[in-house]
């Protein structure tokens, strides 16, 4: 029993002598990089027949602005380095719709390409990417609001929407932004 104890204890000695260890290079943290990609909710939101017909007339078009806020950080701001945009919208309306999404500073000054969004009617798979490359679009880094305008258009056999029969017409729309941090 002392013979095998002894050889164990004399194979776990060699281990330690023999093993290989290097000198440690404090200069490879300056070689780190990281490379997070965050997902945003950006706008969700559900028009219905009572948003587009006001005392029994259509109403043109409706926007609304929201804030950006994302960007809000020089963190942000220094790293990032493009967005992917994904859109989704159900239109259950007999009609076309056009949404122009707009990205604006804190000024309302346009920050990128409005981009704009033909949905046809009675379409409930409609998906869209938008790919923003900040080298070829600094200014996106400026944005702070997005502008948000659903457009009725006009039928094409002269009919107008019941404001009595329920539809609806649901935009989402999300962003995954890249970050390159060292």
Do not use: H, W
Not at 13 to 26: H, Y
Not at 40 to 57: A, F, H, P, W, Y
């Amino acid at each position: 029993m002392k013979s095998i104890f002894k050889y164990i204890l004399t194979f776990i000695v060699m281990l330690c002598i023999s093993s290989c260890v290097d000198d440690l290079d404090f200069n490879q943290a300056k070689d780190l990089e990281i490379t997070p990609a965050v997902n945003i909710s950006l706008i969700k939101s559900r028009v219905n027949q009572n948003n587009l017909v006001v005392g029994g007339t259509e109403v043109g078009s409706i926007s609304e602005v929201s804030t950006f806020t994302i960007l809000d950080n020089d963190v942000a701001r220094d790293n990032l380095e493009r967005a992917v945009l994904r859109f989704e919208i159900i239109n259950n309306f007999s009609r076309d719709f056009r949404v122009t999404f707009t990205l604006l500073d804190e000024n309302d000054v346009r920050t990128y390409t409005d981009i704009i969004l033909n949905v046809t009617a009675n379409q409930t798979d409609f998906a869209l990417e938008e790919e923003i490359i900040l080298a070829d679009n600094p200014n996106f880094i400026n944005s702070r609001k997005i502008n948000v305008e659903l457009t009725l258009l006009p039928s094409s056999d002269g009919s107008t929407l019941d404001a009595n029969t329920p539809n609806s017409l649901t935009f989402k729309s999300a962003g995954t932004f890249y970050f390159r941090v060292n």
